[in-house]
């Protein structure tokens, strides 16, 4: 198997790997330095809590949701794969769901335990920090952005898909704060691994993407009209002098 199939490869062996990482790993409890408005600011919203504010944040968290995101990931790998855009398929594999794995391994490791155990309101299990729900919508919403925002020729389009984004997030990063699942350093954490990582990936793909070329006319998605560069047309000869 070479070239893009392999890549391909490569990043599912990746993602299918990385929850046993931590079953190999010592646990090791990491102090927080600000525990004291961690705990101050949770306690604030856990006391000002009532059911339709419950509702409304919920429905901001399940932006965040792993059922979500696990479907926007599912349609747009299966759309990537019919239309052969091997680059943004691998890219998409690595950074969404490898990101999210990553975390549950870094909650592990950090084993902090959530802000609330018990209350009417409280419906989670497992450790707090980072927050999955915040680095799944920052994973994913970024690197939609990173496919979508090239293409868009507009000021005013480039700025409208990077605050619904942004919004995106921070939504889903407030909702889980005032949910009582998260203190805000999690949140923050969370979103500046999520940077971190789509960061790492873009630079990291840099190589497959250096071997594909743009084709002349762009789809929606820039990245993905990109095609190999055996496959492309031989360039035009120019006129002798």
Not at 124 to 136: K, R, V
Request: proline residues 6%; hydrophobic residues 55%; contains cysteine.
């Amino acid at each position: 198997m070479t070239g893009a199939g392999s890549d391909v490869g490569l990043a599912l062996l990746l993602v299918i790997n990385l929850p046993i990482l931590p079953q190999k790993c010592d646990i090791v409890g990491v102090a927080n330095p600000f525990a004291a408005p961690d705990h101050e600011l949770a306690a604030w919203f856990h006391a000002h809590l009532s059911p339709a504010f419950v509702t409304v944040l919920r429905a901001f968290t399940d932006f965040g949701s792993g059922e979500w995101i696990g479907l926007i990931v599912f349609a747009l790998v299966l759309f990537f794969a019919w239309k052969r855009w091997w680059p943004s398929l691998v890219t998409l594999i690595v950074a969404v769901p490898g990101g999210m794995l990553l975390n549950e391994w870094v909650k592990i490791l950090v084993h902090r335990q959530r802000p609330f155990l018990d209350g009417p309101f409280v419906d989670w299990s497992g450790y707090s920090f980072a927050s999955g729900h915040t680095i799944g919508a920052t994973l994913l919403y970024g690197q939609l952005l990173l496919f979508i925002v090239p293409a868009l020729k507009a000021r005013h389009w480039r700025l409208l898909s990077i605050l619904s984004a942004v919004s995106l997030i921070v939504l889903v990063g407030f909702s889980r704060i005032a949910l009582g699942a998260h203190f805000l350093t999690d949140v923050l954490a969370a979103i500046f691994f999520g940077i971190i990582w789509l960061a790492f990936c873009l630079f990291a793909t840099k190589p497959m993407r250096a071997r594909m070329v743009s084709t002349t006319g762009l789809p929606l998605i820039s990245e993905p009209s990109l095609v190999r560069v055996e496959s492309a047309g031989k360039p035009a000869q120019t006129l002798p002098r």
